[in-house]
């Protein structure tokens, strides 16, 4: 066990409507990112938070988008949802800027 | 833009049979590389971050060693319970991001 506890880990969903995945960091840690995996194009990176503020995005579609809230945790939201868009979420957290990140154990998210 | 390639791209083993997995990197500036292991539909899981050339650590039967364009992880000896995809990434200097480039991982089995 991580410490990092992503909600739902399933989620099955029609195209064209909007999903929230959550994320709650490792006790301590203060950074969390998104991350997208899909067959063809493995681990994505998305986008980082650092206590409450946005650092950093990666491949992240306009049509997604995510905040850290004052208790750290974390949502990423995705509207307007693709049949491309079925993947595993997952959410990954940090002490620090150079140190390694520890992943939860994801939410898949299916498009029919 | 940082780019992790690894190889091969699966392997299959006899228990006992070790072997290296190699993964090759192109970063500006390393903040460090990392080796995870995901077991099918879970979260990867943390094995080693290594930061300098020479630098090498190890866990029981796997060894992770570094050079300024590649790094290498020893299986020695493994087990069927070694099976797994191992997954390389690097975390540079560019952008101002923390967040991980990742290979497409090495599927990894090991046959009693």
């Known amino acids: 066990d991580s410490g990092v506890t992503q909600t739902p880990k399933h989620l099955i969903t029609a195209t064209g409507q909007r999903v929230t995945l959550r994320c709650s960091p490792r006790s301590g840690d203060l950074s969390v990112y998104w991350y997208q995996q899909s067959l063809d194009q493995g681990l994505q990176f998305l986008i980082q938070?650092?206590?409450?503020?946005?650092?950093a995005k990666g491949n992240i579609l306009e049509r997604f988008s995510a905040q850290q809230f004052p208790d750290l945790h974390s949502e990423l939201n995705l509207s307007s949802l693709e049949l491309g868009d079925s993947a595993l979420y997952f959410c990954?957290?940090?002490?620090?800027?150079?140190?390694?990140?520890?992943f939860g154990q994801g939410t898949r998210l299916t498009v029919v | 833009e940082d780019q992790v390639t690894q190889s091969p791209e699966a392997l299959r083993l006899q228990e006992g049979e070790s072997s290296s997995l190699n993964c090759s990197y192109t970063?500006?500036?390393?903040?460090?590389l990392f080796w995870y292991r995901q077991d099918p539909g879970k979260g990867p899981e943390f094995l080693f971050t290594?930061?300098?050339a020479g630098e090498e650590k190890e866990k029981e039967r796997l060894k992770a060693t570094l050079t300024k364009k590649e790094s290498f992880l020893h299986i020695t000896a493994p087990k069927p319970e070694d099976s797994a995809t191992y997954l390389c990434a690097v975390r540079g200097l560019g952008g101002g991001a923390d967040g991980l480039t990742f290979g497409k991982g090495t599927h990894l089995i090991i046959q009693p």
């Open positions: 990954a957290s940090s002490v620090a800027w150079n140190t390694e990140a520890f």
């Open positions: 938070y650092y206590n409450g503020e946005e650092r």
């Open positions: 970063v500006s500036g390393l903040r460090g």
């Open positions: 290594l930061y300098s």
